[in-house]
Nanobody
Framework: QVQLVESGGRLVQAGDSLRLSCAAS????????MGWFRQAPGKERDFVAA????????RYADSVKGRFTTSRDNAKNTVYLQMNSLKPEDTADYYC??????????????????WGQGTQVTVSS
């Protein structure tokens, strides 16, 4: 397993940009696909984005496609979520997660076996 720590969440205004980071410890990070999920108050946790082990394949939820970009730097053991044109409906706790395989850009939460503690993003209108 890997240990994951998210950072970068804060209060922003609608239309702003924000970059979240997820730092991983453990030697298997570079061989694992990574996912981003979010949970809004009172709602279930939803898929946001995923990236394969090399960064060459990504997948996005329809709600963020064209606004969010995920990337990774395996030398730094870090995955990023760049969020542009933020909307109030993007307000949520954001979590990164590690998938047991390197190739699966899966939107299925239960497939991921390591999770960070989350970072809060609030978008004001």
């Amino acid at each position: 397993q890997v240990q994951l720590v998210e950072s970068g969440g804060r209060l922003v205004q609608a239309g702003d940009s924000l970059r979240l980071s997820c730092a991983a410890s453990g030697r298997t990070f570079s061989s694992r696909a990574m996912g981003w999920f979010r949970q809004a108050p009172g709602k279930e946790r939803d898929f946001v984005a995923a990236i394969n082990w090399s960064g060459g394949v990504t997948r996005y939820a329809d709600s963020v496609k064209g606004r969010f970009t995920t990337s990774r730097d395996n030398a730094k053991n870090t995955v990023y979520l760049q969020m542009n044109s933020l909307k109030p409906e993007d307000t949520a706790d954001y979590y990164c997660a590690a998938h047991p395989t390197g190739w699966a850009t899966s939107p299925v939460e239960r497939e991921y076996d390591s999770w960070g503690q989350g970072t809060q993003v609030t978008v004001s209108s």
